[in-house]
């Protein structure tokens, strides 16, 4: 049972370049997210998707961009890579918070952008 | 101002002792309240949740909701070495649906 899994693990970019993160999940859930996480801050929503067919932006969407490409898959884009957007990133998936559920991380993705 | 406030600690407490983590939350909306718990270089890993105001036990920990007072809490009885972790609060924002916010989370820290 792989649950969430994202790739790459580790990532190391120029300014300027751009990728995309990849992630899969395996839990038949509607709602799918992308959060980062810097020292100190806790994680930041980037991007969620409530459900197959829908983005919202969240607190921290500038600079990325994200596709729901269908219920498993979930990708998030940068453009043109910039050092403040080195992080950790996480994708995570849940069904309805209303019915008990909860949300599954992935591994993470450690970028470094030089 | 942030949706969800934690202290940043470290909180250090002693081993068997009581550990208290508090969080605040500003969007009074919200209906779902979420406590996860993160090891460092790990994902994080859900402990609690509660929906309903009051206390709602599990082992060792004991989560309290005040809606009132937009105040969530994580209570750690007996604490031990390998609770040493960082602790989020997550809450369902009314801002969208199943839409989950974090706080930046409190760094525990138990001695033996």
């Known amino acids: 049972n792989a649950g969430v899994t994202q790739t790459p693990k580790f990532q190391v970019l120029k300014t300027g370049q751009s990728m995309t993160l990849q992630c899969a999940q395996d839990?038949?859930?509607?709602?799918m997210y992308w959060y980062r996480q810097d020292p100190g801050m806790g994680l930041r929503l980037i991007y969620y998707?409530?459900?197959?067919?829908?983005?919202d932006k969240g607190e921290v969407p500038n600079g990325y961009n994200v596709s729901r490409l269908n219920k498993r898959e979930f990708s998030l884009r940068l453009e043109s890579a910039a050092p403040s957007q080195t992080s950790v990133y996480f994708c995570?998936?849940?069904?309805?918070f209303g019915g008990g559920a909860e949300a599954f991380f992935g591994q993470g993705t450690r970028l470094t952008v030089v | 101002q942030k949706e969800v406030e934690q202290n940043s600690g470290p909180l250090s407490v002693p081993e068997g002792a009581i550990a208290s983590l508090n969080c605040t939350y500003s969007?009074?909306?919200?209906?779902?309240f979420f406590w996860y718990r993160q090891y460092s270089g790990k994902s994080p890993e859900l402990i609690m949740f509660?929906?309903?105001?009051g206390d709602k036990e599990d082992g060792r920990f004991t989560a309290q909701l005040n809606k009132a007072s937009q105040y969530v809490s994580l209570l750690i009885r007996d604490s031990q070495p390998s609770d040493s972790a960082t602790y989020l609060c997550?809450?369902?924002?009314?801002?969208?649906?199943?839409?989950?916010?974090f706080g930046a989370g409190t760094r525990l820290a138990v001695h033996p």
């Open positions: 995570a998936s849940s069904d309805s």
């Open positions: 997550a809450v369902e924002s009314s801002g969208g649906y199943n839409k989950l916010i």
């Open positions: 998707s409530a459900s197959e067919g829908t983005t």
């Open positions: 509660i929906y309903s105001n």
């Open positions: 839990m038949n859930h509607n709602s």
């Open positions: 969007d009074r909306g919200s209906q779902s």
